[in-house]
């Protein structure tokens, strides 16, 4: 007899995860580097582009979470037809969706609690729920954590509350 499964994950990184009111906006990514589905996006003086570790006071505003959308990109889901996985990313100079207010899911770590602020670290770009040491991280304004990742779990889901100003 097969497993009863218990607890689902809350899908895969830039998947919209709540649709009443979200707003999907399309920008080029101006960056160039690839930007995977469910990262933060950065609005600079060349345009729309991922996070820059290399020199994180140069990051831009926050826009919004960069969008999963299956009839944009030929590696829209997690795993290919041989089970191998695939993270999914827009190219450089690709016209990409980005999701400015809603629920997404995205890539974090297990920290944080329901409601908490979302953070993202200067060190390798990834999203955490934790401020960490002073100086560490960004704050994401106007995002909050909806449901933080189950253990094992690969995403969270966030909400943008509201379309930051750029």
Excluded: H
């Excluded at 009863?4 to 009111?21: K, Y």
């Excluded at 190219?91 to 908490?116: F, K």
């Amino acid at each position: 007899m097969g497993k009863v499964q218990s607890i689902f994950g809350n899908g895969s990184p830039g998947a919209v995860s709540r649709s009443a009111d979200d707003i999907v906006i399309s920008v080029k990514n101006a960056g160039t580097t690839d930007i995977p589905f469910g990262a933060p996006v950065f609005m600079t003086p060349d345009g729309a582009k991922p996070f820059n570790t290399a020199d994180p006071q140069d990051f831009g505003a926050f826009l919004g979470f960069a969008v999963r959308v299956a009839d944009k990109t030929p590696d829209t889901y997690p795993r290919d037809q041989s089970g191998e996985a695939q993270t999914g990313v827009w190219r450089p100079g690709d016209v990409m969706e980005v999701l400015v207010r809603g629920g997404i899911t995205v890539p974090m770590s297990a920290s944080g609690s329901a409601g908490g602020e979302v953070y993202i670290r200067k060190s390798d770009g990834a999203l955490t729920g934790s401020a960490g040491q002073s100086g560490t991280t960004v704050l994401l304004e106007n995002v909050r954590i909806r449901n933080q990742p189950y253990a094992g779990a690969q995403c969270a889901e966030v909400t943008v509350n509201s379309r930051n100003s750029i």
